[in-house]
Protein backbone atom coordinates (compact mmCIF):
# COMPACT_ATOMS: atom_id res chain seq x y z
CA UNK A 1 0.00 0.00 0.00
CA UNK A 2 1.09 3.43 -0.73
CA UNK A 3 0.92 5.28 2.60
CA UNK A 4 2.83 9.08 0.85
CA UNK A 5 -1.29 9.65 -0.10
CA UNK A 6 -2.03 9.49 3.46
CA UNK A 7 0.19 11.52 4.85
CA UNK A 8 -1.10 13.91 1.96
CA UNK A 9 -4.53 13.93 3.16
CA UNK A 10 -3.21 15.00 6.65
CA UNK A 11 -0.92 17.63 4.60
CA UNK A 12 -4.43 19.21 2.99
CA UNK A 13 -6.37 19.12 5.97
CA UNK A 14 -3.76 21.42 7.93
CA UNK A 15 -3.03 23.93 4.66
CA UNK A 16 -6.99 24.10 5.03
CA UNK A 17 -7.03 25.59 8.62
CA UNK A 18 -7.88 22.68 10.61
CA UNK A 19 -5.58 21.98 13.53
CA UNK A 20 -6.70 19.20 15.87
CA UNK A 21 -7.61 15.51 15.13
CA UNK A 22 -8.90 13.00 17.69
CA UNK A 23 -7.82 9.41 16.83
CA UNK A 24 -8.93 6.20 18.80
CA UNK A 25 -6.73 3.24 18.32
CA UNK A 26 -6.57 0.28 16.12
CA UNK A 27 -4.57 -1.50 13.28
CA UNK A 28 -6.59 -0.88 10.03
CA UNK A 29 -6.84 2.72 10.75
CA UNK A 30 -2.33 2.65 11.47
CA UNK A 31 -1.80 5.16 8.47
CA UNK A 32 -4.30 7.35 9.00
CA UNK A 33 -3.34 7.81 12.92
CA UNK A 34 0.54 8.07 11.98
CA UNK A 35 0.21 10.68 9.39
CA UNK A 36 -2.14 13.26 11.74
CA UNK A 37 0.75 11.97 15.15
CA UNK A 38 3.52 13.29 13.15
CA UNK A 39 2.30 16.20 11.67
CA UNK A 40 3.66 18.97 13.35
CA UNK A 41 0.63 21.71 12.85
CA UNK A 42 -2.19 19.23 14.10
CA UNK A 43 -2.57 18.81 17.64
CA UNK A 44 -3.73 14.56 18.37
CA UNK A 45 -5.57 13.89 21.01
CA UNK A 46 -5.81 10.01 21.91
CA UNK A 47 -9.19 8.37 23.01
CA UNK A 48 -10.35 5.20 23.46
CA UNK A 49 -13.82 4.71 23.44
CA UNK A 50 -14.87 6.36 20.34
CA UNK A 51 -18.64 7.85 21.55
CA UNK A 52 -16.56 9.42 23.97
CA UNK A 53 -13.82 10.38 21.00
CA UNK A 54 -16.48 11.82 18.95
CA UNK A 55 -18.35 14.02 21.96
CA UNK A 56 -14.63 15.35 22.48
CA UNK A 57 -14.18 16.65 18.88
CA UNK A 58 -17.85 17.87 18.75
CA UNK A 59 -16.61 20.41 21.45
CA UNK A 60 -13.14 20.91 20.14
CA UNK A 61 -15.36 21.94 17.34
CA UNK A 62 -17.78 24.11 19.14
CA UNK A 63 -14.71 26.14 20.48
CA UNK A 64 -12.71 26.54 17.62
CA UNK A 65 -15.02 26.92 14.54
CA UNK A 66 -13.22 24.46 12.31
CA UNK A 67 -13.61 20.71 11.30
CA UNK A 68 -11.95 18.61 13.81
CA UNK A 69 -10.35 15.33 12.27
CA UNK A 70 -11.65 11.79 13.77
CA UNK A 71 -9.94 8.94 12.94
CA UNK A 72 -10.81 5.34 13.94
CA UNK A 73 -10.33 1.43 12.62
CA UNK A 74 -13.10 -0.68 11.15
CA UNK A 75 -15.66 -2.80 12.03
CA UNK A 76 -18.14 -1.36 15.14
CA UNK A 77 -15.36 1.49 15.76
CA UNK A 78 -17.29 4.36 13.53
CA UNK A 79 -21.40 2.78 14.78
CA UNK A 80 -19.74 4.76 18.08
CA UNK A 81 -19.90 7.81 16.28
CA UNK A 82 -23.31 8.32 15.44
CA UNK A 83 -24.65 9.85 18.74
CA UNK A 84 -22.27 12.64 18.15
CA UNK A 85 -22.64 12.43 14.49
CA UNK A 86 -26.28 13.79 14.72
CA UNK A 87 -25.93 15.62 17.21
CA UNK A 88 -23.14 17.52 15.25
CA UNK A 89 -25.82 17.39 12.46
CA UNK A 90 -28.50 19.35 13.77
CA UNK A 91 -26.42 21.58 15.80
CA UNK A 92 -24.21 22.28 12.65
CA UNK A 93 -20.96 21.71 13.87
CA UNK A 94 -18.12 20.73 11.82
CA UNK A 95 -16.54 17.06 11.99
CA UNK A 96 -14.72 15.24 9.18
CA UNK A 97 -14.57 11.65 10.14
CA UNK A 98 -12.22 8.99 8.57
CA UNK A 99 -12.81 5.39 9.20
CA UNK A 100 -10.51 3.19 7.78
CA UNK A 101 -12.40 -0.12 6.02
CA UNK A 102 -11.72 -3.42 4.65
CA UNK A 103 -11.43 -3.45 0.94
CA UNK A 104 -14.39 -4.09 -1.17
CA UNK A 105 -14.28 -7.68 -1.92
CA UNK A 106 -13.52 -8.63 1.93
CA UNK A 107 -17.08 -7.05 2.99
CA UNK A 108 -19.43 -9.80 3.80
CA UNK A 109 -16.99 -12.02 3.83
CA UNK A 110 -16.81 -12.64 7.27
CA UNK A 111 -13.86 -11.24 7.90
CA UNK A 112 -12.97 -9.74 10.78
CA UNK A 113 -14.09 -6.22 12.12
CA UNK A 114 -15.85 -5.38 9.04
CA UNK A 115 -19.24 -4.00 8.35
CA UNK A 116 -20.65 -2.00 5.69
CA UNK A 117 -19.15 1.20 6.10
CA UNK A 118 -20.20 3.11 3.14
CA UNK A 119 -22.82 6.33 4.04
CA UNK A 120 -22.87 4.50 7.57
CA UNK A 121 -24.67 8.08 9.12
CA UNK A 122 -27.33 8.39 6.26
CA UNK A 123 -29.07 11.24 6.62
CA UNK A 124 -26.90 13.11 9.56
CA UNK A 125 -23.80 14.04 7.85
CA UNK A 126 -23.91 16.05 4.90
CA UNK A 127 -22.11 14.43 2.61
CA UNK A 128 -20.19 10.77 2.56
CA UNK A 129 -17.49 9.61 0.02
CA UNK A 130 -15.22 6.76 -0.22
CA UNK A 131 -11.52 7.22 -1.03
CA UNK A 132 -9.98 5.98 -3.83
CA UNK A 133 -7.50 2.90 -3.91
CA UNK A 134 -4.05 3.72 -2.09
CA UNK A 135 -2.14 2.15 -5.13
CA UNK A 136 0.72 3.66 -7.19
CA UNK A 137 -1.75 5.53 -9.16
CA UNK A 138 -1.55 9.51 -10.34
CA UNK A 139 -4.98 9.46 -11.11
CA UNK A 140 -6.23 7.69 -8.34
CA UNK A 141 -4.18 10.19 -6.02
CA UNK A 142 -5.34 13.39 -7.87
CA UNK A 143 -8.82 12.23 -6.76
CA UNK A 144 -8.11 11.47 -3.25
CA UNK A 145 -6.56 15.25 -3.33
CA UNK A 146 -9.99 16.30 -4.40
CA UNK A 147 -12.14 14.62 -2.15
CA UNK A 148 -10.07 15.45 1.23
CA UNK A 149 -10.72 19.65 -0.25
CA UNK A 150 -14.24 18.79 -1.20
CA UNK A 151 -14.89 17.15 2.17
CA UNK A 152 -13.44 19.84 4.45
CA UNK A 153 -15.26 22.69 2.07
CA UNK A 154 -18.71 20.98 2.68
CA UNK A 155 -18.02 20.98 6.31
CA UNK A 156 -17.98 24.59 6.51
CA UNK A 157 -20.34 25.71 3.60
CA UNK A 158 -23.48 27.40 4.22
CA UNK A 159 -24.59 25.18 7.74
CA UNK A 160 -21.75 23.83 9.15
CA UNK A 161 -21.88 19.66 9.49
CA UNK A 162 -19.84 16.43 9.38
CA UNK A 163 -18.45 14.93 6.32
CA UNK A 164 -17.32 11.29 6.30
CA UNK A 165 -15.01 9.56 4.13
CA UNK A 166 -14.44 6.01 4.71
CA UNK A 167 -10.73 4.40 3.21
CA UNK A 168 -10.31 1.15 2.10
CA UNK A 169 -6.66 0.10 3.50
CA UNK A 170 -4.95 -2.85 2.42
CA UNK A 171 -2.15 -4.49 3.79
CA UNK A 172 0.99 -3.51 5.04
CA UNK A 173 -0.67 -0.83 7.33
CA UNK A 174 3.08 0.79 8.86
CA UNK A 175 5.56 2.64 7.37
CA UNK A 176 8.96 0.84 7.13
CA UNK A 177 12.25 2.70 8.02
CA UNK A 178 13.54 2.95 4.68
CA UNK A 179 10.01 4.64 3.35
CA UNK A 180 10.33 8.73 3.10
CA UNK A 181 7.15 10.09 3.83
CA UNK A 182 6.95 13.96 3.69
CA UNK A 183 4.08 16.36 3.78
CA UNK A 184 4.20 18.30 0.97
CA UNK A 185 3.57 22.50 0.11
CA UNK A 186 2.54 21.87 -2.94
CA UNK A 187 -0.54 19.87 -2.54
CA UNK A 188 -3.26 21.27 -4.27
CA UNK A 189 -5.81 23.51 -1.63
CA UNK A 190 -9.51 23.99 -3.76
CA UNK A 191 -11.55 26.46 -2.47
CA UNK A 192 -15.47 26.58 -2.43
CA UNK A 193 -17.82 28.56 -4.55
CA UNK A 194 -19.71 31.24 -2.66
CA UNK A 195 -23.38 31.58 -3.80
CA UNK A 196 -24.45 35.00 -4.85
CA UNK A 197 -26.89 36.79 -2.31
CA UNK A 198 -30.49 37.29 -3.03
CA UNK A 199 -31.57 40.98 -3.18
CA UNK A 200 -33.38 40.13 0.48
CA UNK A 201 -32.68 44.32 1.30
CA UNK A 202 -35.81 44.57 -0.82
CA UNK A 203 -38.08 42.03 1.23
CA UNK A 204 -36.67 44.33 4.70
CA UNK A 205 -37.95 47.19 3.40
CA UNK A 206 -41.77 45.71 4.05
CA UNK A 207 -40.89 46.10 7.84
CA UNK A 208 -42.25 49.37 7.97
CA UNK A 209 -45.78 47.43 7.82
CA UNK A 210 -45.67 45.81 10.89
CA UNK A 211 -46.41 47.62 14.58
CA UNK A 212 -45.52 44.71 16.57
CA UNK A 213 -41.89 43.10 15.90
CA UNK A 214 -40.53 40.69 18.22
CA UNK A 215 -36.93 39.45 17.76
CA UNK A 216 -36.37 35.70 18.81
CA UNK A 217 -32.78 34.59 19.88
CA UNK A 218 -32.50 30.97 19.30
CA UNK A 219 -28.83 28.75 20.45
CA UNK A 220 -26.07 30.85 19.39
CA UNK A 221 -22.62 31.54 19.98
CA UNK A 222 -21.41 34.66 22.10
CA UNK A 223 -20.81 37.27 19.75
CA UNK A 224 -20.20 40.80 20.73
CA UNK A 225 -21.51 42.53 17.48
CA UNK A 226 -24.43 40.77 17.85
CA UNK A 227 -25.33 41.60 21.53
CA UNK A 228 -24.39 44.89 20.54
CA UNK A 229 -26.80 45.35 17.28
CA UNK A 230 -29.54 43.56 19.83
CA UNK A 231 -29.26 45.88 22.35
CA UNK A 232 -29.60 49.29 20.00
CA UNK A 233 -32.51 47.61 19.02
CA UNK A 234 -33.94 46.95 22.05
CA UNK A 235 -33.15 50.56 23.50
CA UNK A 236 -33.46 52.28 20.68
CA UNK A 237 -36.07 50.58 18.35
CA UNK A 238 -38.25 49.64 21.06
CA UNK A 239 -38.43 46.01 19.37
CA UNK A 240 -38.65 43.24 22.63
CA UNK A 241 -35.78 40.51 22.53
CA UNK A 242 -36.33 37.09 23.72
CA UNK A 243 -33.68 34.62 24.52
CA UNK A 244 -33.17 31.39 25.75
CA UNK A 245 -30.23 30.81 28.41
CA UNK A 246 -28.19 28.51 25.28
CA UNK A 247 -28.57 31.99 22.85
CA UNK A 248 -25.99 33.68 24.92
CA UNK A 249 -27.63 37.01 24.87
CA UNK A 250 -28.26 37.32 28.72
CA UNK A 251 -26.11 40.77 28.16
CA UNK A 252 -28.23 42.51 25.60
CA UNK A 253 -30.27 45.57 27.33
CA UNK A 254 -34.18 44.75 27.84
CA UNK A 255 -33.73 40.79 27.04
CA UNK A 256 -36.46 38.69 27.78
CA UNK A 257 -35.59 35.81 29.32
CA UNK A 258 -38.12 34.07 32.12
CA UNK A 259 -40.72 33.22 28.91
CA UNK A 260 -40.93 30.08 29.97
CA UNK A 261 -42.19 31.02 33.25
CA UNK A 262 -45.11 33.86 32.38
CA UNK A 263 -45.82 31.97 29.27
CA UNK A 264 -47.30 28.63 30.37
CA UNK A 265 -50.82 28.53 30.05
CA UNK A 266 -51.16 32.49 29.01
CA UNK A 267 -54.13 33.96 27.02
CA UNK A 268 -52.36 36.88 27.20
CA UNK A 269 -52.64 38.25 23.23
CA UNK A 270 -50.90 41.73 23.65
CA UNK A 271 -47.91 40.06 23.82
CA UNK A 272 -48.99 38.33 20.26
CA UNK A 273 -46.43 39.61 17.66
CA UNK A 274 -47.34 41.03 13.89
CA UNK A 275 -43.44 39.89 13.01
CA UNK A 276 -41.49 37.37 13.91
CA UNK A 277 -37.69 37.63 13.22
CA UNK A 278 -36.07 34.49 14.51
CA UNK A 279 -31.91 34.07 14.95
CA UNK A 280 -30.20 31.28 15.84
CA UNK A 281 -31.27 27.51 15.91
CA UNK A 282 -32.94 25.58 18.85
CA UNK A 283 -35.14 26.99 21.97
CA UNK A 284 -35.75 25.27 24.91
CA UNK A 285 -38.89 27.03 26.31
CA UNK A 286 -41.30 24.37 25.00
CA UNK A 287 -44.56 27.16 27.05
CA UNK A 288 -42.37 29.85 24.26
CA UNK A 289 -42.96 27.47 21.17
CA UNK A 290 -46.58 26.73 22.36
CA UNK A 291 -47.42 30.24 22.57
CA UNK A 292 -46.22 31.37 19.05
CA UNK A 293 -47.93 28.34 17.70
CA UNK A 294 -51.08 29.05 18.96
CA UNK A 295 -51.25 32.99 18.97
CA UNK A 296 -49.28 32.98 15.45
CA UNK A 297 -47.37 36.01 14.07
CA UNK A 298 -49.08 37.44 10.67
CA UNK A 299 -45.42 36.76 9.17
CA UNK A 300 -42.03 35.18 10.36
CA UNK A 301 -38.59 36.02 9.13
CA UNK A 302 -36.11 33.27 9.62
CA UNK A 303 -32.23 34.68 9.57
CA UNK A 304 -29.22 32.16 9.32
CA UNK A 305 -27.04 30.97 6.79
CA UNK A 306 -28.68 27.46 6.01
CA UNK A 307 -30.21 26.10 2.92
CA UNK A 308 -33.22 25.27 4.52
CA UNK A 309 -35.17 26.84 7.45
CA UNK A 310 -37.24 25.02 9.68
CA UNK A 311 -40.67 25.95 10.18
CA UNK A 312 -41.01 25.73 14.42
CA UNK A 313 -43.96 27.82 14.62
CA UNK A 314 -45.52 26.70 11.63
CA UNK A 315 -45.74 30.23 10.44
CA UNK A 316 -42.65 30.69 8.63
CA UNK A 317 -42.77 33.04 5.67
CA UNK A 318 -39.29 34.12 4.77
CA UNK A 319 -35.82 32.92 4.94
CA UNK A 320 -33.16 35.24 4.42
CA UNK A 321 -30.24 33.72 3.72
CA UNK A 322 -27.93 36.28 5.32
CA UNK A 323 -25.43 36.63 8.45
CA UNK A 324 -27.04 37.64 11.56
CA UNK A 325 -25.38 40.52 11.74
CA UNK A 326 -25.82 42.14 8.32
CA UNK A 327 -29.43 41.80 8.83
CA UNK A 328 -29.77 43.51 12.07
CA UNK A 329 -27.21 46.31 10.60
CA UNK A 330 -30.06 46.91 7.65
CA UNK A 331 -33.14 46.24 10.41
CA UNK A 332 -31.72 49.22 12.28
CA UNK A 333 -31.45 51.37 9.55
CA UNK A 334 -35.64 50.75 8.42
CA UNK A 335 -37.55 50.37 11.56
CA UNK A 336 -38.98 53.66 12.14
CA UNK A 337 -42.37 52.53 14.18
CA UNK A 338 -40.73 53.34 17.37
CA UNK A 339 -43.89 55.01 19.21
CA UNK A 340 -46.18 51.93 18.93
CA UNK A 341 -44.01 49.40 19.10
CA UNK A 342 -42.71 50.75 22.21
CA UNK A 343 -46.48 49.56 24.02
CA UNK A 344 -45.85 46.31 22.21
CA UNK A 345 -42.28 46.03 24.06
CA UNK A 346 -43.51 47.40 27.58
CA UNK A 347 -45.28 44.48 27.40
CA UNK A 348 -43.01 42.20 27.30
CA UNK A 349 -40.06 43.75 29.21
CA UNK A 350 -43.05 44.39 32.64
CA UNK A 351 -44.23 40.55 32.54
CA UNK A 352 -40.61 39.59 32.42
CA UNK A 353 -39.42 41.65 35.58
CA UNK A 354 -42.21 40.97 37.50
CA UNK A 355 -40.80 37.27 36.66
CA UNK A 356 -37.33 37.95 37.24
CA UNK A 357 -38.14 39.21 40.50
CA UNK A 358 -40.56 36.26 41.35
CA UNK A 359 -37.62 33.45 40.53
CA UNK A 360 -35.14 35.55 42.65
CA UNK A 361 -37.30 36.02 45.62
CA UNK A 362 -39.16 32.20 45.23
CA UNK A 363 -37.65 29.67 47.72
CA UNK A 364 -38.74 26.33 48.64
CA UNK A 365 -38.38 25.31 53.09
CA UNK A 366 -36.73 21.65 51.29
CA UNK A 367 -32.92 20.94 49.97
CA UNK A 368 -34.47 21.31 46.53
CA UNK A 369 -32.48 21.26 42.80
CA UNK A 370 -34.25 24.73 42.27
CA UNK A 371 -32.51 26.25 45.24
CA UNK A 372 -29.28 24.35 44.67
CA UNK A 373 -29.17 25.43 40.76
CA UNK A 374 -29.89 29.27 41.65
CA UNK A 375 -27.38 29.00 44.29
CA UNK A 376 -24.78 27.43 41.72
CA UNK A 377 -25.58 29.62 38.60
CA UNK A 378 -25.47 32.76 40.66
CA UNK A 379 -21.52 31.63 42.30
CA UNK A 380 -20.47 30.89 38.44
CA UNK A 381 -18.08 33.70 37.76
CA UNK A 382 -17.56 35.77 34.59
CA UNK A 383 -14.93 34.69 32.19
CA UNK A 384 -16.18 31.62 32.32
CA UNK A 385 -17.90 28.49 29.94
CA UNK A 386 -20.80 27.37 31.06
CA UNK A 387 -22.28 23.57 29.59
CA UNK A 388 -25.68 22.25 30.62
CA UNK A 389 -26.74 18.95 30.13
CA UNK A 390 -29.88 17.63 28.80
CA UNK A 391 -33.41 16.87 30.62
CA UNK A 392 -33.33 19.27 33.87
CA UNK A 393 -30.05 20.45 34.25
CA UNK A 394 -30.52 22.79 30.65
CA UNK A 395 -34.26 23.54 32.25
CA UNK A 396 -33.18 24.55 35.30
CA UNK A 397 -30.81 26.61 34.14
CA UNK A 398 -32.85 28.52 31.71
CA UNK A 399 -35.87 29.11 34.16
CA UNK A 400 -32.96 30.96 36.47
CA UNK A 401 -31.14 32.18 33.98
CA UNK A 402 -27.93 34.26 34.29
CA UNK A 403 -26.94 37.23 35.66
CA UNK A 404 -26.92 40.37 32.95
CA UNK A 405 -23.58 41.43 33.73
CA UNK A 406 -21.28 38.58 33.55
CA UNK A 407 -18.97 37.10 30.16
CA UNK A 408 -20.47 33.35 30.84
CA UNK A 409 -20.44 31.38 27.01
CA UNK A 410 -23.24 29.00 27.42
CA UNK A 411 -22.82 25.35 25.79
CA UNK A 412 -25.11 22.30 25.66
CA UNK A 413 -25.74 20.01 23.23
CA UNK A 414 -29.63 20.56 21.71
CA UNK A 415 -28.90 19.79 18.29
CA UNK A 416 -30.60 16.08 19.24
CA UNK A 417 -30.97 16.97 22.85
CA UNK A 418 -29.65 13.75 24.24
CA UNK A 419 -28.16 13.03 27.80
CA UNK A 420 -25.20 11.45 26.31
CA UNK A 421 -21.77 13.10 25.72
CA UNK A 422 -22.60 16.00 27.63
CA UNK A 423 -19.21 15.30 30.13
CA UNK A 424 -17.18 14.52 26.42
CA UNK A 425 -18.20 17.97 25.10
CA UNK A 426 -17.46 19.60 28.05
CA UNK A 427 -13.89 18.21 27.78
CA UNK A 428 -13.46 18.90 24.48
CA UNK A 429 -14.42 22.60 24.62
CA UNK A 430 -11.75 22.97 28.06
CA UNK A 431 -9.36 21.54 26.08
CA UNK A 432 -9.47 24.30 23.78
CA UNK A 433 -9.82 27.37 26.30
CA UNK A 434 -7.90 28.65 29.28
CA UNK A 435 -11.53 29.65 30.78
CA UNK A 436 -12.55 27.60 33.77
CA UNK A 437 -15.27 25.15 32.40
CA UNK A 438 -18.67 24.36 34.30
CA UNK A 439 -20.63 21.72 33.31
CA UNK A 440 -23.90 21.38 35.49
CA UNK A 441 -25.37 17.97 35.20
CA UNK A 442 -27.45 15.18 36.70
CA UNK A 443 -26.32 11.86 38.00
CA UNK A 444 -28.30 9.93 34.78
CA UNK A 445 -26.01 12.01 32.28
CA UNK A 446 -23.15 11.98 34.52
CA UNK A 447 -23.27 8.20 34.81
CA UNK A 448 -23.97 7.51 31.40
CA UNK A 449 -20.59 9.13 30.09
CA UNK A 450 -18.17 8.35 32.66
CA UNK A 451 -15.75 7.27 29.56
CA UNK A 452 -15.22 11.06 28.71
CA UNK A 453 -12.22 10.74 31.26
CA UNK A 454 -11.00 7.89 30.12
CA UNK A 455 -8.04 8.89 28.34
CA UNK A 456 -4.26 11.05 29.39
CA UNK A 457 -6.06 14.74 28.16
CA UNK A 458 -8.11 15.79 31.38
CA UNK A 459 -7.69 19.71 31.81
CA UNK A 460 -7.23 21.04 35.40
CA UNK A 461 -10.18 23.70 34.69
CA UNK A 462 -12.94 21.13 34.81
CA UNK A 463 -15.37 21.89 37.30
CA UNK A 464 -18.40 19.44 37.09
CA UNK A 465 -21.41 19.94 39.37
CA UNK A 466 -23.89 17.09 39.58
CA UNK A 467 -27.09 17.02 40.65
CA UNK A 468 -28.15 13.81 42.33
CA UNK A 469 -31.15 12.83 42.56
CA UNK A 470 -30.93 9.19 42.24
CA UNK A 471 -32.83 8.94 39.13
CA UNK A 472 -33.95 10.58 35.80
CA UNK A 473 -35.57 13.07 37.37
CA UNK A 474 -37.72 15.01 34.66
CA UNK A 475 -40.17 11.86 34.77
CA UNK A 476 -41.51 13.21 37.65
CA UNK A 477 -42.39 16.59 35.93
CA UNK A 478 -44.20 14.91 33.18
CA UNK A 479 -48.05 14.17 33.91
CA UNK A 480 -47.96 10.90 31.66
CA UNK A 481 -44.96 9.32 33.35
CA UNK A 482 -45.10 10.31 36.74
CA UNK A 483 -48.85 8.97 37.89
CA UNK A 484 -47.43 5.33 36.60
CA UNK A 485 -46.95 2.23 38.86
CA UNK A 486 -43.60 2.27 36.40
CA UNK A 487 -42.17 5.11 36.78
CA UNK A 488 -39.44 4.33 39.46
CA UNK A 489 -37.85 1.17 37.81
CA UNK A 490 -38.50 2.13 33.81
CA UNK A 491 -38.54 5.53 33.43
CA UNK A 492 -37.05 7.29 36.33
CA UNK A 493 -34.65 4.48 36.40
CA UNK A 494 -33.91 5.12 39.99
CA UNK A 495 -30.02 4.14 40.31
CA UNK A 496 -28.11 4.63 44.00
CA UNK A 497 -24.43 5.18 42.68
CA UNK A 498 -22.75 8.36 43.44
CA UNK A 499 -19.50 10.30 41.72
CA UNK A 500 -17.25 9.15 44.75
CA UNK A 501 -15.76 6.63 42.50
CA UNK A 502 -15.47 8.14 39.13
CA UNK A 503 -13.54 11.44 41.31
CA UNK A 504 -11.10 9.09 42.58
CA UNK A 505 -10.11 7.12 39.92
CA UNK A 506 -9.76 10.25 38.06
CA UNK A 507 -8.35 12.54 40.04
CA UNK A 508 -10.90 14.89 40.58
CA UNK A 509 -11.32 16.71 44.01
CA UNK A 510 -14.65 15.97 45.42
CA UNK A 511 -16.96 18.10 47.30
CA UNK A 512 -20.02 16.16 48.19
CA UNK A 513 -23.12 18.27 49.51
CA UNK A 514 -26.37 16.93 51.27
CA UNK A 515 -27.01 20.35 53.20
CA UNK A 516 -27.57 24.14 52.11
CA UNK A 517 -24.70 24.71 54.97
CA UNK A 518 -22.53 22.58 52.92
CA UNK A 519 -23.09 23.42 49.59
CA UNK A 520 -22.46 27.54 50.73
CA UNK A 521 -19.18 25.88 52.34
CA UNK A 522 -18.41 23.80 48.83
CA UNK A 523 -19.42 27.06 46.63
CA UNK A 524 -16.25 28.54 48.34
CA UNK A 525 -13.88 26.27 46.25
CA UNK A 526 -15.62 26.79 42.70
CA UNK A 527 -14.38 30.07 41.72
CA UNK A 528 -10.83 28.37 42.78
CA UNK A 529 -8.10 27.33 40.06
CA UNK A 530 -5.60 24.85 39.75
CA UNK A 531 -6.88 21.31 40.08
CA UNK A 532 -10.09 19.73 38.71
CA UNK A 533 -13.21 19.02 41.04
CA UNK A 534 -16.79 17.60 41.08
CA UNK A 535 -19.50 19.05 43.64
CA UNK A 536 -22.17 16.09 43.87
CA UNK A 537 -25.33 17.56 45.28
CA UNK A 538 -27.83 14.95 46.77
CA UNK A 539 -31.46 16.14 46.77
CA UNK A 540 -34.99 14.67 46.56
CA UNK A 541 -36.41 13.92 43.78
CA UNK A 542 -40.47 14.25 45.06
CA UNK A 543 -39.82 17.51 46.97
CA UNK A 544 -37.87 19.03 44.20
CA UNK A 545 -40.66 18.25 41.81
CA UNK A 546 -42.99 19.90 44.20
CA UNK A 547 -40.49 23.04 45.03
CA UNK A 548 -40.86 23.46 41.23
CA UNK A 549 -43.98 23.52 40.31
CA UNK A 550 -45.02 25.70 43.38
CA UNK A 551 -42.55 28.17 41.07
CA UNK A 552 -45.32 28.30 38.42
CA UNK A 553 -48.81 28.34 40.32
CA UNK A 554 -47.16 30.77 43.24
CA UNK A 555 -46.42 33.42 39.81
CA UNK A 556 -49.04 36.51 40.22
CA UNK A 557 -49.67 38.50 37.04
CA UNK A 558 -51.58 41.15 36.98
Known amino acids: MNIQPVFDLAQICHLKGIKQAVISPGSRNAALTIAFARHPEIECFSVPDERSAAFIALGISLKTNLPTVLVCTSGSAALNYNPAVSEAYFNQVPLLILSAD ?21 RHVKQSFVYPSLEENEKGIKHGHEIINEAINTCLDAEMGPVHINLPFREP ?57 LSLLSKENNIPVVADIISNVHEVEGVVSSQDVFLKNSKNNDLQPDLLITLGMSVISKNLKLFLRKYKPKTHWHVRKETQA ?88 NVIGLNKDKDVEVYGNRGTSG ?13 MTNRSTFLL ?118
Open 102 to 122: RPPEWIAQRDGQTIYQEQLFG
Open 173 to 229: FYPTSEQSLVFSKQLPVIESEKPIAKNWQLELNKISNFDRVLILVGQTKRNDKLLGL
Open 310 to 397: PDTYLSLSNHFAVGEIEFLQELKKLHSNKIIQSDFQSFWQQINIKTNQHIEQFSSDEFSDFNCYKKVLRAIPSGSDLHLANSMAVRYS
Open 419 to 431: IDGSNSTAVGTAL
Open 441 to 558: TGDMAFLYDRNAFWHNHLPEHLNIVIFNNHGGGIFRMIDGPSSQPELEEYFETRQIRDASHVAKEFDFEYYPCTTSAELDQSLSHLVKTGKRKIFEIFTNAEESKTAYKQLFKTLMID
